[in-house]
């Protein structure tokens, strides 16, 4: 017999899904509308089976079937309630700590992926390392600066020494 | 017959070279392992770009060996700060950790040592002398059982890697099978969804993909929640005592067991392998009340069951081309970098590579033995590191494996990209291991299905009447239905009715 009293509790986040569940159910449609869109090869090769959209056509159907089960779970849940936050949270987001650190993060990530090519590789990974280093340690500056140095020294004279491999 | 092929192979493994090689790899893996956030995936990506221009055997070796060893390195960290180095060493802080806090830190970590070797002894028995008939069996594949193994493996990984919610596990598999079909399909070789970006119509390289969702998911996810580790123990003796293996030898033969079959599940990996082996080890002792207080027991089940499923996740590598974990996945993405096609015909092709990669295994392991009994002392100072000072350093090297493969500035694009799409997916409980299943079989399941379809005209009725097919369906549906709250009432039903019928029989004969 079930348990009576307490509410049965669903499972996921209903806010994250509900959103999520959007975003799947248009990337499943997509997903078919391009396949659809490739190919089919039909008279050479027997039938649509055999078409290149055949299995992303399917893949995408039960991508959208399975974000909407979701997506559905989600609106039970009460997961539309408060899908678009207030200003005063949506501000306090942006002044979170988490926040920053993403978009630091995500800063140098880019930079560096952005100079690669561009200056010499040991000195492209020596400035990420010591960007990275300098904002989110707590070590004093200058041993930031002495690791970052032998780390891209290091990471720079043992790739290519011995395991002899390529660098951007 | 296999004992002498096995042992020839490791007679042929020991040149000064491979040596000197497995033992750095495994040295490698060890502090790979023990560092947390860094794992065993990471490690095995990293390296297969790094090793990409070395000799096959000795770049496989040192792959098998980072593996072994980040394995077991993960208890490291689980069992002195309470933090599994990898996830495979979650259930080892389960008791690990309280020994350490009853002083016992030295003797956890000899423990967990020697189980894990029992665990790969273990694993091998069955790598070495198994998997030829495993490979038989194989041989029966035809494109319609490949086509169900593939969506079980996804689904079965879906399943047990969020347990709290399977759907997103589906959901991140069926992504990653969608992801595969990128770039030309394997029969008639017509570009899909690449748009006209020349790097894109071979695909999604596999080991940028790999190393974005696994290395720079961390990066990120270290560097946005700032963890803090825990306060490290002091190491005393590590050699364990005898009577504290001795009387643990059944645990070992049943975790070791247990590791090995939830290993050759496609894509379910040691986590799983640890956590079963130490419920079913809870289960069977006499003291079921001391566990999660720092039992003997339950350590070694944990740490024997996660070294077992690597040598399970490897076998089905080797004879159906799918991995067991996502370890696993790399080491077959790297395989097939290095031109060598595990899969049904390896038992005719090259039936010596078996008795080769288990001979790899086994030297890893008695590398891991020595490394992890001596010189720990030194070796956990490591844990000092701070994240913010390893994490720079990963993102370089997360960078140059990305590009070593193919020369190519895209395939560093494609680590940041699935770094970026990694750590939300993470934050709302979307597993990674059935997404980088699905990378890894999309094709297999692409080119069977129609494979399938064009040799029969169309008509799906082998996909349904070929017996290893229905196992495998059965299989499915029983993934699929599991949770559901009708099917264990119509179970529940089923087991009662059975129940009563036997005794009605029974009863009826003793009447007679």
New interface residues.
């Given amino acids: 017999m079930e348990e009576t009293g307490k509410p049965k509790k669903r ?3 209903p806010r ?2 509900f959103i ?1 569940g959007l975003i ?1 159910m248009v990337f499943g449609l997509l ?1 078919v509308q ?1 396949s659809l869109r ?2 089919t ?1 039909e008279k050479d ?3 649509f ?2 078409a ?5 056509l399917i ?2 159907l ?2 959208f079937g ?2 909407l ?2 997506f559905i ?1 989600a609106v039970r849940s009460g997961g539309a309630r408060g899908v678009i936050p207030s200003r005063e949270a949506f501000q306090a987001f942006l002044r979170s700590k ?1 926040v920053h ?2 978009c630091l ?2 800063l ?3 930079g ?2 952005f100079i ?2 561009r200056v010499y590789f040991y000195l492209a ?1 020596f400035l ?2 010591f ?3 300098a904002t ?4 004093k500056i200058y041993f ?1 600066l002495l ?1 970052s140095i032998v ?2 020294g290091g ?1 720079y004279l043992i ?1 290519t020494k011995i ?6 | 017959m296999g004992a002498v092929e096995l042992a020839k192979a490791i007679w042929d493994l020991l040149t000064p070279n491979i040596l000197f090689s497995v033992f750095w790899a495994t040295f490698l893996g060890i502090i790979v392992g023990m560092l947390p956030g860094l794992t065993a995936t990471m490690g095995i990506a990293l390296l297969t ?5 070395w000799e096959s055997s000795n770049a496989i070796v040192i792959l098998i060996a980072m593996y072994v060893g980040a394995i077991y390195g993960g208890s490291r960290s689980a069992i002195l700060v309470n933090i599994p180095g990898t996830p495979a060493n979650a259930a080892t802080c389960i008791d690990g950790h309280p020994l350490a806090l009853q002083g016992r830190a030295g003797e956890a970590i000899g423990i967990a040592t020697t189980s894990s070797f029992f665990g790969s002894t273990i694993a091998l028995f069955f790598m070495a002398f198994f998997t030829p008939y495993l490979g038989q069996i194989a041989l029966k594949f035809q494109s319609f059982e490949f086509f169900w193994l593939t969506l079980f493996g996804v689904l079965i990984c879906g399943n047990l890697t969020a347990p ?2 399977p ?2 596990g ?2 991140a598999g ?2 990653g ?2 992801l595969a ?1 990128i770039g030309m ?1 394997a ?2 070789a ?1 570009g ?2 690449s748009y006209g970006i020349i790097d894109l119509s071979g695909g999604l390289s596999m080991i940028p993909a790999l190393v974005g969702i696994y290395g ?1 998911t961390e ?2 996810q270290s ?4 963890q803090k580790r825990g306060v490290m123990t002091q190491v005393k003796r590590v050699l364990p005592h005898a009577r504290d293996i001795l009387s643990n030898w059944k645990n070992i033969i049943r975790s070791g067991i247990i590791g090995v079959f939830v290993g050759a599940i496609p894509g379910v990996g040691e986590n799983i392998a640890s956590f079963v082996s130490y419920d079913f080890a809870q289960r069977a002792s006499k003291h079921p009340e001391k566990f999660g207080h720092g039992s003997i027991e339950g350590l070694t089940a944990a740490e024997t069951g996660d070294n077992a499923c690597v040598g399970g996740a490897i076998i089905p590598v080797l004879v159906l081309a799918v991995p067991g974990s996502p370890p696993a996945a790399v080491l077959l993405a790297a395989m097939w970098l290095h031109d060598m096609r595990p899969g049904p015909l390896l038992i005719i092709e090259a039936p010596h590579y078996i008795y080769e990669v288990s001979a790899m295994f086994f030297l890893a392991s008695a590398a891991m033995l020595i490394l992890g009994l001596s010189m720990v002392k030194t070796i956990v100072k490591i844990l000092n590191v ?1 994240t ?2 390893l ?3 990963i ?3 997360c ?2 494996g990305s ?2 493969i193919n ?1 190519r ?1 895209f395939d ?2 494609v680590m ?1 990209l699935f ?2 799409i990694g750590y939300p997916l993470r934050k ?2 979307y597993p990674d291991a059935p997404l980088i299943l699905g990378l890894i079989l999309g094709e297999m ?2 080119e069977n ?2 494979r399938g ?2 040799l029969n ?2 008509d799906i009725t082998p996909f349904f009447t070929r017996p290893i097919s229905l196992i495998l369906i059965g299989f499915i549906l029983l993934t699929l239905f599991s949770r559901n709250r009708y099917f264990r009432l119509g179970m529940a039903g089923l087991k009662r009715a059975t129940i009563g019928r036997l005794r009605g029989l029974s009863g009826s004969r003793e009447e007679e």
């Fill in positions: 499972p996921g986040m994250a899904d999520m799947l997903a391009e490739l190919p090869y090769w027997g039938g089976y055999a290149p959209g055949f299995v992303p893949l995408g039960v991508i399975m974000s089960a979701m779970r988490p650190r993403w993060a995500m140098y990530a880019w560096f992926f690669l090519g990974a990420v390392l960007a990275f280093m989110f340690s707590r070590q930031s690791i780390s891209s990471i790739f395991f002899l491999v390529p660098l951007p | 770009g790094l090793t990409f221009q709290e919610d759907l997103k589906w959901l069926f992504l099978l969608f079909m399909d029969i008639q017509h899909r969804f720079m990066v990120i560097t946005v929640e700032a701070p913010t000072t994490m720079p350093i993102l370089v090297l960078a140059v590009f070593a020369g500035v560093i694009l940041l770094g970026m709302m409980k399941l692409d299905l129609r379809l064009i005209s169309g």
